[in-house]
């Protein structure tokens, strides 16, 4: 059974940076596209940035420049690096590994 845990999520005030982690227990797990979305409460789940084996990144436009993914793959692991964090950023925030296996997901909060 594949597990996907996400942790680092929080409350941090408008401005603030914020570093997810996900761990998968995948293997090979430098092979997986990783991925991290988010949904806020009456919203949509949206996309917001992914990583290839390569360690090739792609973001949504709108977070570029303020979110970076990143991926340590002897850890199992994927990051996600959030800075200027604004109350609008607030919602809960997935790890999605090769598209398929879903974490529980972490909640964010940025407070105004």
């Known amino acids: 059974q594949v597990r996907v845990v996400e942790s680092g999520g929080g409350l941090v005030q408008t401005g603030g940076s914020l570093r997810l982690s996900c761990t998968s227990s995948?293997?090979?797990?430098?092979?997986?596209?990783m991925a991290w979305y988010r949904q806020a409460p009456g919203k949509q789940r949206e996309f917001l940035a992914g990583?290839?084996?390569?360690?090739?990144?792609n973001y949504k436009d709108s977070v570029k420049g303020r979110f970076t993914i990143s991926r340590d793959n002897a850890k199992k692991t994927v990051n996600l690096q959030m800075n200027s964090l604004k109350p609008e950023d607030t919602a809960r925030y997935y790890c999605?590994?090769?598209?398929?296996?879903w974490g529980q997901g972490t909640q964010v909060t940025v407070s105004s």
């Open positions: 990583i290839d084996g390569t360690g090739t990144p």
């Open positions: 999605v590994a090769k598209g398929v296996y």
């Open positions: 995948r293997s090979p797990f430098s092979i997986d596209y």
